[in-house]
């Protein structure tokens, strides 16, 4: 299935709203308070006749016949993962005929991506500048699905003079490890910007939660990260928003995508399907009732994320962005020059020839 609304001209822009203590359960979605970060968001338009769309609010009986078990892993820390708690709380799994067990999983990549090509769980979601560069490796492992864009930000003391990209020459940005997302897609940014990530730029590594810290003392002049933290950080209003992965032709670009153990590929297609299936309806509910989706995180959320938080995440997160088919392969090749761009892949890597390798279409 393809994202039947990926044209940017369909859509209207609109400012990313915050309102912690505002943010109503009954509001409707687009609809905030006074504070107005940086980043602009993209109206989810009305999409009731997708068929997709159709099963997630009208079908609510239950698969016949018993439910196949399988083992789900994901980061509990990660409320762009929202579309997973949905597909749990709200009964998607189910109705597509899984049992699912969800494993919080917070070791490397690397070793996630091990769990599941050996068998040790059977599907998992990640963001896919996590993914891309271990699966150049040759992990037997299969991306079948894309939920949502939008999961990273660079932010600066608003005091500061860096407003833009192009700021960033000759300072230091704060990462929480240098393998990250945020390194990895700000180092693009910065290339596309004219500007060299590796001599003009300095990137150090910091803990998570010390991030903020980092740039408060004059350790870092940026720092680069993904929400919630970065958007927990800008709440106060010391820190602006320089850039993120909704800018420009990031606005209408995958961030989180959903992978499966090659085996159940060549085993049990059906069931990588289903699974594939339930995470795409999810998403289209979180699109759609972004209040109801939050509600289903609140269990998992970490530390002291309030349900308003949440509840603004969701509708901030492109939920309604999920391709599938050719349109995901263009976006993973996509990714994979970019990678290249910046000499994390390999220079001999075909990026189209990859997204063929690492993707395959269960939802056709």
């Known amino acids: 299935m393809t994202d039947q609304n990926n044209g940017a001209g369909t859509r209207s822009r609109r400012a990313f709203l915050v309102g912690a203590a505002t943010v109503g359960a009954a509001a409707p979605l687009g609809l ?9 968001k993209i109206a989810v338009p009305l999409i009731g006749d997708l068929p997709i769309c159709k099963t997630a609010a009208t079908d609510s009986a239950a ?21 997973v708690t949905v597909a749990k709380e709200k009964g998607f799994f189910a109705r597509n005929g899984l049992d699912v067990d969800l494993i919080n999983y917070s070791g490397s990549t690397d070793q996630l991506l091990e769990t599941l090509a050996t068998g040790k769980a059977d599907a998992a979601a990640g963001m896919a500048l996590r993914w891309l560069k271990p699966m150049e490796q040759g992990f037997d492992v299969k991306i079948i699905a894309s939920t949502h864009g939008g ?7 608003t005091s500061s003079d860096i407003k833009e990209l192009k700021d960033l020459k000759g300072k230091i940005i704060a990462v929480s490890d240098m393998n990250s997302p945020g390194k990895n897609f700000f180092s ?22 010390l991030l903020r810290v980092s740039v408060e003392k004059g350790e ?45 590929i060549r085993d049990d297609k059906p069931t990588a399907a289903a699974i594939a299936r339930s995470l795409v309806e999810a998403a289209e509910f979180a699109a759609h009732h972004p209040e109801e989706a939050a509600a ?33 392969k263009k976006e993973l090749a996509a990714y994979a020059e970019e990678l290249k761009l910046i000499s994390i892949f390999k220079p001999t890597t075909d990026p189209a020839k990859y997204a063929e390798r690492i993707y395959v279409d269960v939802l056709s």
């Open 220 to 264: 870092a002049h940026a720092l680069a990260d993904n929400d919630p933290i970065t958007f927990l950080f800008q709440k106060d209003g010391a820190f602006r928003e320089v850039s993120s992965n909704l800018d420009s032709e990031y606005a209408n670009r995958v961030c989180c995508i959903v992978g499966v153990r090659g085996s159940l």
């Open 188 to 209: 693009i940014r910065l290339k596309k910007a004219g500007l060299d990530p590796q001599t003009d730029v300095e990137f150090k590594q910091f803990p998570g939660p």
């Open 296 to 328: 289903t995180y609140v269990p998992y959320a970490p530390g002291k994320i309030e349900l308003a938080d949440l509840v603004t995440l969701a509708k901030y997160h492109t939920h309604h962005h999920h391709p599938a088919g050719a349109d995901l």
């Open 151 to 157: 999961c990273l930000r660079l932010l600066a003391p």
């Open 63 to 83: 698969a016949t016949g018993p439910l196949k078990k399988i083992s789900f892993a994901w980061n509990a820390g990660a409320p762009c993962l929202v579309g």
């Open 32 to 40: 905030g308070v006074s504070k107005v970060f940086a980043t602009p």
